[in-house]
């Protein structure tokens, strides 16, 4: 059987822009899997694979914030280190128009639009973490610190 080819999204050519070494791994999609149907099938740890979220504060504004995979955001917190009122996730729709990608595929890299991006601070700290790479049922992995070189977040301490 011949290997599938993988996908070029937005993602991977801004990882190829940016002279980034990734692995590409697919798997099976599973609506409302999330990270832990990858880490399941791939037989990593969840807490290596970490979730893009599409959320925005109390004006509307959005923003990324990138949490561990068995991980859940405190937003009072994050709002409180951001300096907002308070910050929501956006429906899957109004994300899906922010980032350029379908909820469930969302990556960091690429999006159609420039937003702020949040970092759980000990994601940094990681060795090598896997993420999405912009489309469903596909996730590369990389080194942190790449992931901090290319896109430059802003970190926090957000873990619920």
Same mark, same amino acid.
């Given at each position: 059987?011949? /290997?599938q080819k993988?996908?070029?999204t937005q993602a991977?050519?801004?990882l190829r822009q940016m002279k980034v070494a990734f692995t590409h791994h697919p798997y099976t999609y599973v609506d409302g899997g999330g990270?832990?149907?990858f880490a /399941?099938?791939?037989d990593v740890d969840e807490h290596l694979v970490i979730k893009t979220l599409i959320m925005e504060d109390e004006k509307g504004n959005p923003l990324i914030v990138?949490?561990?995979g068995n991980c859940e955001v405190s937003t009072k917190a994050l709002a409180r280190q951001i300096g907002v009122k308070t910050v929501s996730p956006c429906a899957p729709n109004v994300a899906d128009?922010?980032?350029g990608y379908q909820v469930g595929g969302t990556s960091p890299f690429g999006t159609k639009r420039k937003m702020p991006i949040y970092c759980e601070a000990s994601i940094l700290e990681l060795e090598t973490l896997y993420i999405n790479g912009g489309k469903r049922g596909y996730i590369i992995s990389m080194p942190a610190r790449e992931?901090?070189?290319v896109l430059n977040p802003v970190t926090i301490q957000a873990i619920q």
């Amino acid at each position: 059987m011949a /290997k599938q080819k993988p996908p070029v999204t937005q993602a991977v050519r801004q990882l190829r822009q940016m002279k980034v070494a990734f692995t590409h791994h697919p798997y099976t999609y599973v609506d409302g899997g999330g990270t832990a149907q990858f880490a /399941k099938e791939l037989d990593v740890d969840e807490h290596l694979v970490i979730k893009t979220l599409i959320m925005e504060d109390e004006k509307g504004n959005p923003l990324i914030v990138l949490m561990h995979g068995n991980c859940e955001v405190s937003t009072k917190a994050l709002a409180r280190q951001i300096g907002v009122k308070t910050v929501s996730p956006c429906a899957p729709n109004v994300a899906d128009k922010h980032s350029g990608y379908q909820v469930g595929g969302t990556s960091p890299f690429g999006t159609k639009r420039k937003m702020p991006i949040y970092c759980e601070a000990s994601i940094l700290e990681l060795e090598t973490l896997y993420i999405n790479g912009g489309k469903r049922g596909y996730i590369i992995s990389m080194p942190a610190r790449e992931l901090a070189r290319v896109l430059n977040p802003v970190t926090i301490q957000a873990i619920q």
